[in-house]
């Protein structure tokens, strides 16, 4: 849970739907807090096998659902440094793989979190793409109005 812990406490949470970036920010994030929760619950880390390399990651950003979790300063996990950590989710994964990034670069071994048994990641890849779809109308709900 150690892991769980450290992408809570990220300075920002950036969605990737099919490459349009969208910052999730007040209620948005609080309700990806609680079902991010919801999912990872009772999950484990496991040994990651992965090892990234920058213009793979890149590139495969521009496709599908990506998760971006920003630090302002460098964290330091299983003795492997980062100060952005990037997964890719899939409605059916049962697990979580975290390309590790520091300094702009992406490279290096990975994290895995693997969820509970017959957990996926379908109701938040649901969440993600509702909220980026509508991320206009979030982001004016959210301002003060005058």
Same mark, same amino acid.
């Given at each position: 849970m150690e892991l769980i812990r450290i992408l809570s406490a990220a300075d920002? *949470?950036?969605a990737v739907n099919e490459g349009e970036e969208f910052e999730l920010t007040?209620?948005?994030r609080d309700s990806f807090e609680h079902k991010f929760h919801s999912m990872t619950a009772d999950g484990y880390e496991m040994p990651a096998?992965? *090892?990234s390399l920058d213009a793979m990651v890149k590139t495969a950003m521009a496709e599908g659902l990506w998760l971006k979790f920003d630090?302002? &300063?460098t964290k330091?996990?299983?003795e492997m440094p980062f100060d952005r950590l990037a997964v890719q989710l899939r409605p059916e994964y049962s697990g979580l793989e975290f390309v590790r990034g520091n300094g702009g670069t992406y490279?290096? &071994?990975d994290y895995y979190y693997s969820l509970k048994k017959g957990q996926t990641a379908a109701e938040l890849c649901e969440f993600l793409k509702g909220a980026g779809n509508n991320y206009d109308d979030f982001k004016d709900r959210e301002k003060p109005r005058t």
């Open positions: 920002k *949470v950036v007040g209620a948005i096998l992965g *090892v630090y302002s &300063r330091t996990h299983r490279s290096g &071994r």
